[in-house]
């Protein structure tokens, strides 16, 4: 927000200067991200009599004038206005002054302009008579500025503008405002904050607050039918406005902070809004339908024009302001073309009110249409600060416009304000900030800003803090010891000589330390980690939301975002796979043949478990990694192959293992339009994740040149698996030796190996220590449609195992593989 140092000095006597002015705003936590100053210092400039006009005899278009500035002969002066004429006060640019006048490549740049004896068109010219916009003034270059009739000729121009109350000059202070701040996008915020910092007294316009009713209610009616988003209403009427332009001072500051002046009517509403910070509107009353004024919501897909000449469509459940036959305004953000202030306006109905925030951001977003009063709505303006708005602007309309004020006012007003009491302990703000302040500093502090404060406890102080209206960020303690500490002065806040450090080793996270160690591992095998967007178009989504991956196991259904910036971005993803594909296809097109891709992220699905924090909405966290191409070159020993099942299968195993978990089991699943065929991870009886090819469809909407090879993992469930097991445990190596057998058996081909080697576990007892699968053979000495496997165990125990023992284990073994596989000892 650009404040302006003149507008801002008629509230408080500071007595500092702009940088310095600037340098507390920043202290105090207000940045200031620019110090700009502007107009012209205008010296040499006077005034002047137009004695006479004539014809240039050379040109058409342009009058030779004799002007007395005061001197002893009147300036022989070229001008090509169209307005010039005998008689007139006028402003004369002497020999010798420097003004800033608009560039003729870039109007809206100035540049230095010394004014210099000219030959025009063959006439000689001694000066310059100027125009609004050449003094800094406005942006009229239509003609030249006229004065009134009482300009003295001969008096510097700066003089009769300051007793006029216009300045030549000021400077625009450009504030970055953060979002918690919302009683400070106005003048009147500022010099609160000024007041605190300097000691001086805030001096707020006088403004009178009228009775609620007598005759404007008898002329107009307010009702508010949606007053969960509608807290008050304020009305005012005025009638016989003069359509005008606005005097010079008002255009001046409405300049300097950026604004473009109207009329006067608009004006007047702009400088109010940016001098208290409530927004307002004005109504062309006599084209109210039914003089009544209804705040409702909008009907789903109703249509609007709004003052840009712009037709809307409204969303669901948008404020409007009605009228008795039609929308007149979308609330808080813009009023509607049928009923804007024209220059044939007579009669203005003034509205300030209070609306929802979280109403007004979520219409201003589905619209893509921010304005001023949308922008501070957004953030909460003064709950009472309606009715002193109101009647200021009315005031400045009777004023400037000359208007008559309808006696009374229409005061609407469902959910009166009640003020928040928050208790603030002094020695705990001395605590947080770090430096003794003074109890009765602190209090001074808060008052000056607007804060009541009650003493309830001496030594230490502790005082009941009444929020004012103004303040709807403040909700806590810690946010009155922030006031103090901001506007205590953050640069005389001591930096300390020393500080405490806690006498313990700090530790990690268990969830962190395994993510650290699987890192490690991915990336020594030539996995490489990415980070893919978490936001998915809602149909992508959907499709992903499969049963057989971690988010969807939960059988939940897809989180929409409100009011996504683009459909790109409308859902939360249910798996990391999308993006890993994305990336893989990627590759894939810029001639990478080996692709192996990991990815930890947060998947999300709608659907109330026990991880469930907030509503109906499940996050959990998940790893994938993917294969896609080339596994192995080709050597002198080896041929190149592509990456298969159990190239997967075997990082998941070193994953697995790298963090002390015993090898997962694997049991096939049924084909999917995801995969076209899939094998659960199961630890013990609990499924940890899933592993699968992804379908033909899919790689091709990918762009993958190659099979798809993912695994992923539910990596909340893994890091509860392993809380224990990667913590680090030493034991001693065994004096016992460890006994090694091997069994080869015969089986049908369709046997898969996994349920063989579960079947061995349990059959071998406590004595097995590890058992793995390593040999496979298919051919004429097995039998067609058979294939025979072979399984070596290690056995062992603390003590040394005879051969019996050992028999024993490897006849139940082999009796288990033949009453669970029909499986035959090869021979």
């Not at 332009?245 to 940016?274: C, F, H």
Request: hydrophobic fraction near 40%; glycine fraction near 8%.
């Amino acid at each position: 927000m650009i404040i302006s140092t003149n507008w801002l000095s008629d509230y408080i006597a500071h007595g500092l200067s702009d940088d310095a002015l600037a340098d507390r705003l920043t202290m105090c936590g207000l940045e200031v991200e620019s110090v700009e100053r502007t107009g012209n210092d205008l010296n040499g400039v006077v005034v002047g009599h137009v004695v006479s006009t004539g014809q240039h005899p050379n040109a058409d278009r342009l009058s030779v004038c004799k002007v007395d500035v005061g001197g002893e002969e009147p300036l022989h002066i070229v001008c090509g206005a169209p307005n010039v004429a005998t008689g007139q006060k006028v402003a004369v640019a002497t020999i010798g002054t420097t003004l800033h006048l608009p560039s003729r490549d870039n109007p809206e740049e100035r540049v230095p302009v010394t004014m210099k004896k000219a030959k025009i068109r063959g006439e000689e010219s001694h000066g310059m008579i100027c125009a609004e916009d050449e003094l800094g003034l406005g942006s009229d270059h239509d003609g030249i500025l006229v004065l009134s009739e009482e300009a003295v000729v001969g008096t510097p121009f700066p003089d009769y503008l300051s007793a006029k109350g216009i300045s030549t000059s000021d400077t625009a202070i450009d504030i970055a405002i953060t979002p918690n701040r919302p009683d400070a996008i106005s003048h009147l915020g500022i010099a609160r904050d000024v007041s605190a910092l300097t000691g001086k007294e805030v001096c707020r316009p006088a403004v009178s607050i009228p009775e609620t009713g007598d005759l404007v209610s008898e002329e107009f009616s307010v009702s508010i039918e949606a007053e969960d988003l509608c807290h008050r209403f304020v009305g005012i009427l005025v009638k016989g406005v003069e359509i005008k332009e606005s005097p010079a001072w008002m255009k001046q500051r409405l300049l300097t902070i950026g604004l473009r002046p109207r009329n006067v009517i608009v004006d007047i509403t702009n400088y109010v809004m940016y001098e208290c910070g409530q927004p307002l509107h004005a109504y062309d009353a006599d084209s109210l339908s039914g003089n009544s004024i209804i705040v409702r919501k909008a009907k789903a897909g109703s249509s609007f024009t709004t003052l840009d000449s712009k037709e809307r469509t409204m969303p669901e459940d948008a404020l409007m302001i009605c009228d008795a036959e039609r929308e007149i305004g979308i609330a808080g953000i813009m009023g509607g073309e049928n009923t804007e202030v024209t220059d044939e306006t007579s009669n203005v109905f003034i509205e300030a009110a209070w609306f929802d925030p979280s109403s007004i951001r979520r219409t201003a977003k589905a619209l893509s249409l921010q304005t001023d009063a949308s922008y501070r709505f957004e953030r909460g303006v003064d709950a009472e600060g309606q009715a002193w708005a109101a009647k200021r602007a009315a005031d400045l309309m009777v004023e400037l416009a000359n208007a008559t004020l309808v006696e009374g006012m229409i005061d609407v007003h469902p959910v009166p304000y009640e003020a928040p009491i928050i208790s603030l302990r002094a020695q705990r703000a001395v605590d947080i900030i770090g430096t003794p302040i003074a109890s009765d500093e602190m209090g001074r502090l808060l008052e000056a800003i607007g804060f009541g404060t009650t003493e309830t406890q001496t030594d230490p102080a502790v005082w009941d803090v009444t929020v004012p209206s103004f303040r709807p960020d403040v909700e806590r303690e810690i946010d009155l010891i922030e006031e103090v500490a901001r506007l205590f002065g953050y640069d005389n806040i001591p930096e300390p000589t020393h500080s405490r450090i806690p006498n313990f080793t700090p530790g990690m996270a268990t969830d962190r330390q395994l993510r650290e160690r699987l890192r490690d591992v991915l990336a020594g095998i030539g996995f490489r980690e990415t980070y893919t967007n978490s936001m998915l178009p809602v149909e992508t989504a959907a499709r992903f939301n499969d049963p057989a991956l971690p988010g969807g196991r939960f059988g939940g259904e897809v989180v929409e975002t409100l009011n996504p910036i683009t459909t790109e971005m409308a859902a939360l993803r249910p798996s990391l796979l999308p993006g890993l594909l994305r990336v893989a296809g990627h590759n894939h097109n810029h001639g990478q043949q080996a692709v192996r891709l990991f990815e930890f992220g947060r998947v999300h699905t709608k659907r109330q478990t026990n991880r469930t924090l907030v509503g109906d909405y499940t996050e959990t966290e998940t790893l994938m990694v993917l294969a896609s191409g080339r596994w192995q070159e080709q050597y002198w020993e080896d041929d190149a192959r592509d990456s298969d099942l159990f190239d997967v299968k075997g990082v998941m195993d070193r994953v697995f293992g790298a963090i002390g978990l015993e090898m997962p089991r694997y049991k096939q699943r049924d084909a999917s339009d995801l995969a076209s065929w899939g094998v659960d991870i199961l630890l013990g009886k609990r499924w940890i994740g899933s592993l699968m090819r992804v379908s033909d469809d899919v790689a091709d909407a990918y762009s993958l040149r190659h099979d798809g090879l993912v695994a992923e993992l539910d990596f909340t469930a893994l890091a509860e698996a392993a809380a224990a097991a990667i913590r680090p445990t030493f034991q001693a190596i065994s004096r016992f030796p460890i006994v090694e057998r091997d069994i080869a058996v015969v089986v049908p081909s369709t046997q898969p190996a996994g349920p063989m080697l579960e079947a061995i576990r349990r059959a071998a007892g406590d004595l097995l220590k590890k058992v793995f699968v390593f040999d496979f053979y298919e051919g004429k000495h097995v039998g067609e449609g058979n294939k025979s496997l072979a399984f070596g165990l290690r056995l062992g125990a603390d003590r040394t195992l005879r051969d019996k023992d050992v028999d024993k284990v490897m006849s139940r073994v082999l009796k288990a593989l033949e009453r669970e596989f029909d499986a035959k000892l090869r021979g």
